[in-house]
């Protein structure tokens, strides 16, 4: 091979290269999009138990979140809203609450955590990016989701809905906190 040519063709490849690396690298924020259902949740420790019904509203609009806890009627016990590196909680007769993220604000309302970091893309069916998991398929689909220490199951297949309606969410006991199963019924899509 000539030296001009492999000079090159060795600088194409170089470009060529560099510009696939720094397009894998480029950080795309989600799509803006927003669901609304219903949840239960379940908080065992011992012999405590602790359950909480409702309804939920999650808006997500590039990074930032904004979860709605309501009672089944629809009043709002709560408002969190994340942003990277913030997270405030609001809510009917409670006082604002800032920290770092959602997480150790749901803990420190209900006791426990609640898995508001992952829970728009496991609504989607698949784990959130750029954070450890382990899948499980069946038939190619994803089945099962585990990451951020909880349990994801989707029991409807993802051939007949474009995402799941229902998801259970599990969360074994640790030291001082309790286990957690976490049930969500999501409408249609309404964003």
Do not use: H, K
């Amino acid at each position: 091979m000539n030296r001009g040519l492999y000079t090159r063709a060795v600088r194409f490849a170089t470009v060529a290269l560099t510009v696939l690396l720094a397009s894998c690298a480029t950080v795309v924020a989600p799509p803006d999009r927003s669901y609304a259902g219903r949840f239960s949740a379940t908080a065992t420790l011992g012999e405590q138990r602790e359950s909480v019904a409702g309804r939920f509203s999650l808006e997500v609009r590039g990074a930032r979140q904004t979860l709605d806890l309501a009672t089944p009627l629809g009043t709002t016990l709560a408002r969190i809203d994340v942003e990277p590196g913030n997270a405030r909680a609001t809510g009917n007769q409670m006082q604002e609450l800032r920290g770092p993220d959602a997480e150790a604000l749901t803990e420190q309302l209900l006791g426990w955590r609640l898995p508001v970091g992952g829970i728009a893309d496991w609504i989607e069916g698949r784990p959130a990016p750029g954070r450890a998991a382990r899948v499980e398929r069946d038939a190619g689909r994803i089945v099962l989701i585990e990451q951020d220490g909880w349990t994801i199951r989707l029991p409807e297949s993802l051939e007949t809905v474009a995402r799941p309606r229902r998801l259970l969410l599990e969360r074994a006991a640790g030291p001082n906190a309790p286990a957690v199963s976490l049930r969500l019924i999501v409408d249609e899509p309404t964003g």
